[in-house]
């Protein structure tokens, strides 16, 4: 461990002089660190060289690959005279759970001719988060960009005032729809919520994510399910403004001082230190408790560790995880772990980004907090997040506030020049889906190859870059069309883009 830290110096003496120091740890804070998993692997991390060559490489935009967005109508799209009724959805999850959500009830609405009323979004029991669509998403856009689509409308008329989440919570109603199965298709819903509509001039459905499938779906309602998401749902200003500062903090840190800086740099030289010039990550982080004990794999936190997650499994979801039927080499063999913060690091370091490489970290909670974000930032000390980059004035009208923060993050890794996730999950998919679209670099982790190359504690740095370099060339954002079942979210070609 004090190899590792002596190891450490020079880095965090390199690349911090700047007013946005606050950013790195304190020598005294990488003590507390857990030891590291991959130590052999970590050291040579620590004292990787990356040629000019591959900086300009990684930090080049994507070349035009031949699609475009192709969301509108090839005739144009007009409302029909009159609407079936009110569709109401009520929407649980996540921030990007519910944003899927949003866009198949506009879809359904749609396909049943019927009116939108704003969807309802539930408070999440995890988060606590009361937000609703008005607070995240700039409401007035969202329905004048869909107003030759489908109708939409704020709230229900006086009639129905007695339509409220209370009323279907207290009782079995005959306008609530509840057994909308999973990827429903279109002809369900004529089926079985048009009648309702017909008879009672409303419908509410609940549960209703992932309530709508990707296939045999028709070519207008595809469409407009990407124009909703790509075009319609853009959040609010204030979430716009915090956005933009992050960013701009992050592309010109304030006060930067470089002949200050180039004291530090006598090895480097002029063009390597440019090609990342004004440039950043996004690494979204996705490593709370939640995933760490419903991935059932062992991530080296001794007996105590792997106590304390096998009682949260139990005490969440009964002790029924199917991966905990597996072995932890299973399972990494399988692609089945997330990436530790010290995993993401190695492979972002193989993959040619130095230490002067200005990392925006977006994740709500890390399980382990600062101990085990400690050798990631060791490996990335111009490493920030939300709290390092805003003062507590700027962030106080979302503080505590799950879905406002993670819109930030979205908002920030939409403008980022390159995204990556540690883990797959609906942040993912959403920025893969979204990124792709507007044809921006975005790393897909090997989850497999990963997993097998950190099982070989033999295995040399030299090695593991050459791996890890084969194994990602074609997973950079390169277009991949959408197979039968995925989500047109996560793959909108060929639904929702042309091939020019």
């Not at 900086?55 to 609407?83: I, R, Y």
């Not at 930067?256 to 010039?277: C, I, L, M, P």
């Not at 950190?454 to 040399?460: A, E, I, M």
């Not at 870059?465 to 084969?470: D, G, K, P, T």
């Amino acid at each position: 461990m004090a190899t590792v830290v002596v190891l450490l110096l020079p880095i965090l003496f390199a690349c911090l002089f700047t007013p946005l120091s606050h950013a790195s740890p304190s020598i005294l804070s990488e003590w507390s660190a857990p030891k590291p998993r991959h130590s052999q692997l970590l050291r040579s991390a620590i004292q990787r060289q990356t040629s000019d060559k591959k900086q300009a490489e990684l930090w080049m935009p994507l070349a035009d690959q031949g699609w475009k967005p192709c969301v509108e109508h090839d005739t144009p799209s007009t409302l029909p005279e009159n609407s079936k009724g009110y569709i109401q959805v009520f929407l649980d999850g996540g921030l990007n759970q519910q944003r899927m959500g949003i866009c198949d009830a506009v879809a359904v609405a749609k396909i049943l001719n019927a009116t939108l009323v704003i969807p309802y979004l539930e408070v999440n029991p995890v988060w606590q988060d009361s937000s609703t669509f008005m607070d995240i998403f700039d409401v007035d856009h969202f329905i004048n960009v869909l107003k030759d689509e489908v109708s939409i409308v704020k709230d229900l008329p006086d009639e129905f005032f007695w339509s409220t989440r209370e009323y279907y919570a207290t009782a079995i109603r005959a306008t609530r729809i509840k057994t909308a199965p999973v990827h429903a298709s279109a002809n369900w819903y004529i089926d079985n919520v048009l009648p309702v509509l017909k008879s009672y001039g409303i419908a509410a459905i609940a549960p209703f994510s992932h309530r709508l499938a990707f296939d045999n779906v028709p070519k207008d309602v595809q469409r407009l399910r990407c124009k909703v998401n790509f075009q319609a749902l853009v959040f609010v200003p204030r979430i716009r403004e915090l956005g933009d500062a992050l960013v701009n903090r992050l592309r010109y840190p304030p006060g930067e001082n470089e002949a200050v800086r180039t004291k530090y740099f006598k090895d480097v030289s002029d063009a390597k230190r440019k090609q990342g010039s004004g440039k950043f990550v996004v690494l979204h982080l996705r490593f709370d408790k939640d995933m760490a004990a419903h991935s059932a794999c062992d991530f080296g936190g001794g007996k105590a560790e792997k106590l304390a997650l096998a009682k949260y499994r139990q005490v969440i979801w009964q002790g029924r995880v199917l991966n905990s039927q597996f072995t932890d080499e299973e399972l990494r063999n399988q692609g089945r772990c997330p990436l530790t913060p010290e995993e993401i690091g190695l492979l972002l370091a193989a993959l040619g980004f130095d230490n002067c490489t200005r990392l925006y970290l977006a994740s709500h909670k890390v399980y382990g907090g600062e101990a085990r974000i400690s050798t990631l930032r060791g490996l990335f000390p111009l490493m920030e997040n939300k709290k390092s980059l805003a003062s507590s004035e700027e962030r106080a009208g979302i503080k505590g506030k799950a879905s406002l923060l993670a819109a930030v993050d979205y908002y920030v890794s939409m403008h980022s020049d390159i995204f990556i996730s540690a883990s797959p999950g609906n942040m993912h998919n959403a920025m893969v889906g979204h990124r792709t679209y507007q044809n921006r670099k975005t790393i897909r982790p090997n989850m497999a190859l990963l997993g097998q190359l950190f099982l070989n504690k033999s295995l040399t740095w030299p090695e593991f870059q050459e791996s890890v370099v084969e194994g990602h060339q074609n997973r950079q954002g390169q277009i991949r069309l959408r197979k039968s079942e995925q989500s047109i979210y996560t793959y909108p070609a060929p639904d929702c883009m042309c091939n020019a």
